[in-house]
């Protein structure tokens, strides 16, 4: 198959000139047997590369070098797309719990340190008749934490005895002003000379806003008296560990 058409053809007693031969060489062009239409086709004349056509194998190791890649901010990446062929530049995006610093020539992924909260109470005081419910506030001097957004471990005690030889039956238990929360141990006791430091947790999720936890003491029926306070060498503890930055 002919590569190229010539513009001046020649015949049997034709005389050979300079002009002749010239033209020959100088009005030829290209034929469609000159591309294979994979790889090549004809532009306005002249052989170009088809759009597509260099494949892999084409290419030389090694030869697809820094220079030649469209230039990118600090962090990008050139990420696959199923919607269209090819790539597009893009950075990383933290998950949860998750930070990412993206500097020139280098991406930085680390995991979020958790928060924790931590509420000693050093003056807490209370003593007298249990005939309802009691919530042992900031107010009051005892321990209180306020939780942000997040899953926490909310763990803690409070040392609660008898004050007058009554029995006591009392189960302390996490308060945000709505809900109670708590695995916790109750205690029942009529011994003066017994201080019982009661543990409590649980697991607490705030979707929004913040979130303040006390401790609520539960008593099983009226009439019930205690003491929980330095005083008594008493203490009140609560200590809140985020366990994920997202609920």
């Known amino acids: 198959m002919a590569i190229l058409a010539i513009n001046t053809a020649f015949v049997n007693g034709d005389q050979v000139t300079a002009l002749k031969l010239n033209d020959a060489v100088n009005l030829a062009a290209f034929t469609s047997g000159a591309v294979d239409a994979v790889t090549t086709v004809l532009s306005s004349g ?101 939780l942000t957004v997040g899953k926490w471990l909310v763990t803690g005690s409070v040392t609660i005895r008898s004050s007058t030889g009554t029995t006591i039956r009392l189960i302390p238990v996490f308060w945000d002003g709505t809900t109670e929360y708590s695995c916790s141990t109750g205690v029942e006791s009529a011994d003066l000379s017994v201080r019982f430091s009661v543990p409590a947790s649980a697991i607490m999720t705030v979707s929004s806003g913040t979130r303040a936890i006390v401790y609520k003491i539960k008593t099983s029926g009226a009439g019930e008296t205690i003491d929980a306070g330095t005083a008594f060498g008493s203490s009140s503890i609560i200590t809140a560990v985020r366990l994920t930055e997202t609920p």
């Open 46 to 146: 002249a052989v170009s590369v088809k759009d597509g056509g260099i494949t892999a194998a084409k290419i030389a190791s090694g030869a697809v070098t820094e220079a030649k890649l469209e230039a990118g901010t600090d962090g990008q990446l050139f990420i696959g797309k199923s919607s269209i062929t090819g790539f597009t530049k893009a950075t990383l995006t933290a998950g949860s719990d998750m930070t990412i610093t993206n500097g020139s020539g280098i991406i930085t992924i680390a995991a979020t340190a958790p928060s924790t909260l931590s509420s000693i109470s050093a003056a807490n005081t209370y003593g007298g008749t249990l005939n309802t419910d009691l919530v042992l506030g900031t107010g009051n001097g005892f321990a209180g934490v306020t």
